[in-house]
Nanobody
């Protein structure tokens, strides 16, 4: 069973930066597609950034040029560097993984518990 644990959330002022981490365990020697999602109160979960099975990255338009998704395969860790944060980036951020490439669609099989990001103006 794949387990995902996020960390790195917090509260920052607009214009600040945060780096989220997602560590996978129970991880067989199989390449998963992985991504970051977020959910604001009262809104649907939305895709932020993702790797496909060929390590090609995809970003939501709202975060292009500000967020960067990377990974360290040796450490089984996925990262999301978030710069120039805006109040509208506030939400719970989730890491997700699946053998199928769902891109930014929130239909992945495996999910972490989430880490809260709060950006104040």
């Amino acid at each position: 069973q794949l387990r995902l644990v996020e960390s790195g959330g917090g509260s920052v002022q607009a214009g600040g930066s945060l780096r989220l981490s997602c560590t996978a365990s129970g991880f067989p020697n199989i390449r998963y597609c992985m991504g970051w999602f977020r959910q604001a109160p009262g809104k649907e979960r939305e895709g932020v950034a993702a790797f496909d099975s060929d390590d090609i990255t995809t970003y939501a338009d709202a975060v292009k040029g500000r967020f960067t998704i990377t990974k360290d395969s040796a450490k089984h860790t996925l990262y999301l560097q978030m710069n120039s944060l805006k109040p509208e980036d506030t939400g719970m951020y989730y890491c997700a993984a699946d053998l199928v490439d769902y891109g930014l669609e929130a239909t992945y099989k495996y999910w972490g518990q989430g880490t809260q990001v709060t950006v104040s103006s």
